[in-house]
């Protein structure tokens, strides 16, 4: 038996390696479930099915999927063009503070005015940000996995800051700000849930961000220049460029998300506001193979699980943390699945060349890859 | 294993080349490789080789890259593993399997690229190769490493850190280290390529105390100066074949030359010539050797001559129509380094419409920086590319596309994105053609990738990834690409490296059918065979200097093979002598 490269994959072979990733998830976790007291079939219907089933529970999953659209497509588009952006968390937090300027400081705006003003403002806060990495990057060669994370904190810190000095609550005394002017609001999508117009926004990134990248030059462009840079360079593909400026719009999307939390849900600035969805951002990305619709399918799903978890937890006295056991699990399990699905399994029939066996694995690989 | 070879067999593959082979005492040799063949798909890197190191003996091996060198020296110390043929040491079939058996047997080797850990002292780094459970004994680490520098007649601090140490210096502790296993075959691959001269002399000093201890040294080098002061044989490998194998003993670096160029049948009365002085031999078969030339041929006053026959058989594969005088590509006094080490010096060539320039030099005489420097990868210090009427210096790889210049580079992997598949791979360079307002027009793209694929014979689908492709079918793709342009000026280099004669065929074709349209065409490359078969000019390249140009109609390998290893007066002589006559 030896474990080859694959020349070519069929279509259905994505599809199925995330089918069975799923089976193996369900398998893993099913142990934990039990030790904590729960029937895991049990479970698995309160993660996966029941918030599904009633308008509020979908309501619930749109919510909590928006964010992690916002920051798992910026991360996706930085990355998609091999720039590593993992400081989608304090770009988030920066495009939030930037939409609490306008909130506090022009209350009055009427909707029409305050709303765009707001978005608008979160969309630059996050491109700020992400800024100082990329022209670090692009001037000083500076590595960005580094500089994008270590302003994480940094964001976190200015929130912090933001909200123990200058905004501290004016009633409550509280460290959060105090509630937006009446026109900083996100309507509701539908009547009595809380989803919000933000969801529409982060829908129609994700459209365009499709369509840019499968049916544009410039999507085949940043697909080369992320995949082998030495080449596009070498192609005329100004990579150093392009990965510039999908910086600013990753660092921009990304605010956009932190603008839409504040407006759609908190109407305030609250240090918790991120909950870690810039780092959530990175597990949808790269779950969702980098590609628009990808990041759509899992930030769903997580936002399901998310929403799953919660219930579980009053019906099954299960702990949430069993929902990030349980989505934890599955990242693990679709990575390691789609990077198996290149290889295939050989079963020899043949006899008579047992010193093959061992050693010549690596030729024999190159040689079916060649020899296609 | 299959099929041992009878010794006699590989004896044979041998001694056709060379009759006055020592290998009549096999029992001796302290390694030993036989019959060893090692293919890569449709390309044989070793076809059968046979070689052997003595006691007391620097065997170097020379090659073109890509001749089969390193994969040799990867089976026998374990890298790679061979399809058939065996290694002895000592005399008995050993298997080595891996670095670890290879160390085991005695062999070590010493790569270019150092496996030093940089923040670790001397010692450590040692202490490492051979750590195993147990305690460390770093004060009996520290004198076995005094030992061993003592050995090999140098003085190596054992508690310097590495990253402190000069490129010499590091190479002294890697040799140590091979030493530590108890090593008595040590394979050295290009050792004096990263050297300054006076290390290199202290490199020499250090093998020559190392044979006369016993040891066995296998040599790779492409400096035939080197090669003839240093080794006592030396084995030339081309094409996957050892061509020559014969004592180091009175060769000349001209002859090596003319061994590695494939002039075999000239160089081999050489060698059995006795009193004679080989270069006069030489120099002799140059002009006038009627078992190569096959047809009545001239010699006037010693020096160089073509014969008719040469130059009727080229004349068939050059340009039929006239040489235009317009050029297509200009490159005036191309600078790359700095005075101390110049890797381009003043390059200057002119390649006219219509006219294929052949570049000949031993690898790593800057041929891979001209490229880059045309290609816009790298900036030269000075000087100026013209691509016909168009200053192509300052600009991105981008606009040097548009301005009619086409490239095949060395590396065509770096040419592709793997990822993507083979027809978008083929427009990826011309996507502005492909536009309907800001989205892709991918009909006209399926359009002309499919017309591309059944005029350049692509063996592959559209939409397959371009990373299925073998070399060939890659390189057919690279070509589209280029070709397809209408391209005033291209360069192509080691445009064949690694093709079966097939594709070797077929990229001759497209670059002849190229020029035929009026088009220049740069040739880079170390096969002469492949230069005097399509060039119609060749010119050659040492040291990152131009050294002289002939028209390939009066070039003959032996004459290339002396300019290859810098000897430029003797060149000019020639060229001077061929335009008289």
């Known amino acids: 038996m030896r474990i080859m490269l694959r020349a070519r994959e069929s279509r259905w072979l994505a599809p199925a390696a995330v089918l069975v990733a799923v089976v193996i998830t369900l398998l893993l976790t099913a142990g934990p479930i039990r030790l904590a007291g729960a029937n895991p079939v049990a479970a698995y219907q309160r993660y996966l099915v029941t918030p599904l089933t009633t308008v509020n529970g979908l309501s619930e999953v749109l ?80 590595d960005e996995v580094v500089t994008t994370l270590l302003l994480n904190p940094v964001a976190l810190l200015l929130v912090q800051g933001l909200l123990n000095g200058p905004w501290r609550n004016s009633e409550s005394g509280f460290p959060d700000s105090d509630a937006y002017g009446a026109g900083y609001t996100l309507p509701a999508i539908a009547e009595g849930g809380r989803a919000h117009w933000g969801l529409i926004i982060a829908l129609l990134l994700v459209a365009i961000t499709w369509i840019v990248m499968s049916f544009t030059p410039l999507g085949l462009k940043l697909r080369a220049a992320g995949q082998a840079p030495a080449a596009a360079k070498f192609s005329g593909i100004p990579v150093a460029r392009l990965q510039w400026r999908c910086a600013l719009i990753s660092g921009g999307i990304a605010g956009i998300g932190g603008a839409s939390q504040v407006l759609g849900v908190q109407h ?13 951002g990175i597990v949808v990305a790269t779950l969702g193979a980098l590609t628009a619709g990808g990041v759509l399918l899992v930030a769903l799903l997580l936002g399901t699980i998310a929403v799953g978890a919660q219930n579980a937890s009053i019906a099954l006295q299960l702990p949430t943390q069993m929902g990030a056991i349980v989505s934890s699990t599955l990242l693990l399990a679709v990575v390691s699945l789609v990077a198996l699905r290149r290889y295939r399994v050989v079963f020899r029939r043949r006899r008579g060349t047992p010193e093959h066996d061992g050693q010549a694995t690596a030729t024999d690989a190159q040689a079916t890859v060649g020899d296609r | 294993m299959t099929a041992p070879p009878s010794a006699a067999g590989a004896a044979s593959s041998v001694s056709a080349a060379s009759p006055d082979s020592s290998r009549s005492s096999p029992g001796s040799a302290l390694a030993e490789l036989v019959d060893i063949t090692k293919t890569f798909g449709a390309l044989v890197a070793n076809d059968a080789i046979s070689l052997s190191v003595l006691p007391g003996e620097v065997h170097a091996l020379l090659g073109e890259n890509g001749a089969g060198k390193s994969t040799l020296t990867r089976i026998l110390y374990g890298l790679s593993q061979p399809d058939s043929g065996e290694i002895r040491v000592d005399g008995r079939v050993k298997r080595i399997s891996s670095p670890a058996d290879a160390m085991e ?50 003085s190596i601090d054992p508690d310097a850190i590495v990253e402190d140490l000069s490129v010499g210096q590091r190479q002294r502790v890697e040799i140590v280290k091979a030493l530590f296993h108890d090593c008595r075959v040590l394979i050295l ?97 140059i002009g006038l050797d009627p078992a190569d030339l096959d047809g009545p041929s001239v010699s006037v006053g010693g020096s160089a001559l073509p014969s008719a026959a040469i130059r009727d058989r080229s004349r068939a594969t050059r340009a039929t129509s006239p040489i235009s005088e317009a050029t297509a590509l200009q490159i005036t006094d191309v600078t790359l380094g700095n005075d101390g080490s110049r890797v381009l010096d003043a390059v200057t060539l002119s390649v006219r419409r219509g006219e294929i320039l052949g570049i000949a030099g031993v690898s790593g005489n800057g041929q891979t920086e001209l490229v880059n420097v045309l290609c816009g990868t790298l900036t030269a210090d000075r000087g100026s590319v013209m691509v016909d009427q168009t200053e192509i210096s300052g600009l991105d790889p981008a606009a040097r596309i548009r301005a009619g210049f086409g490239r095949l580079t060395e590396d065509r992997k770096g040419s592709v994105i793997p990822g993507l598949s ?68 291209l360069v192509a280099s080691q445009p064949t490296r690694g093709l079966d004669i097939g594709a070797c065929e077929y990229v001759y074709s497209q670059l002849r059918a190229l020029r035929d349209e009026g088009a220049g065409v740069l040739l880079i490359s170390e096969d002469l065979d492949e230069l005097l078969g399509i060039c119609d000019r ?24 002396l300019l290859m290893t810098g000897h430029d007066t003797g060149a000019a002589d020639d060229s001077d002598a061929a335009v008289n006559a």
């Open chain 1, 63 to 142: 919510l909590a999927s928006t964010p992690l659209i916002f920051t798992g497509l910026a991360v996706a588009i930085a990355f998609r063009v091999g720039y590593f952006n993992i400081g989608a968390e304090g770009q988030y937090l920066a495009g939030a503070v930037a939409a609490t300027i306008p909130g506090l400081y022009l209350p009055s705006l009427p909707a029409v005015l305050a709303l765009p003003l707001a978005i608008g403002a979160g969309l630059v806060g996050g491109a700020v940000w992400a800024f100082i990495p990329a022209w670090l990057k692009r001037h000083a060669r500076i």
């Open chain 2, 538 to 561: 060749i010119a050659v390249i040492f040291s990152g200097r131009i050294i002289g140009e002939l028209p390939a109609a009066d070039a003959t390998p032996e004459a290339l093979g």
């Open chain 1, 268 to 280: 305030q600035l609250t240090a918790g506001i991120s909950n870690g969805y810039g780092y959530t």
């Open chain 2, 422 to 489: 083979v027809g978008q791979n083929l427009v990826l360079e011309d996507l502005d053609r492909f536009r309907i307002g800001p989205f892709l027009n991918r009909g006209a793209v399926r359009e002309h990738v499919q017309k591309l694929i059944e005029r350049f014979d692509i063996r592959a689908q559209p939409g397959d990834p371009i990373r299925s492709l073998s070399g060939g079918n890659m390189q057919k793709v690279l070509l589209a690409r280029a070709i397809s342009r209408g391209p005033k000026a």
């Open chain 2, 105 to 154: 047997a005695g062999i070590g080797m010493v790569t270019q690229e150092f496996s030093l850990v940089d923040t670790m002292t001397v010692t450590e780094n040692l202490m490492l190769a051979g750590v195993g459970l147990g305690r460390i004994n770093r004060a009996a680490a520290r004198a076995k490493v005094l030992a061993a520098a003592e050995r090999i007649g140098v």
């Open chain 2, 189 to 285: 691959d290009e050792p004096t390529a990263v050297l300054v001269p006076q290390d290199v002399e202290q490199l020499f000093d250090s093998i020559g105390r190392l044979t006369s201890a016993g040891m066995g040294v296998i040599f790779i080098s492409h400096k035939l100066h080197e090669v003839t002061r240093i080794a006592d044989r030396i084995s030339i490998l081309r094409r996957g074949r050892i061509v020559a194998s014969r004592p180091a003993a009175g060769l000349e670096p001209r002859d090596i030359a003319a061994l590695m160029v494939g002039a075999e049948s000239v160089a081999a009365p050489v060698a059995s010539a006795e009193n004679e002085t080989l270069a006069d031999a030489l120099a002799t078969s």
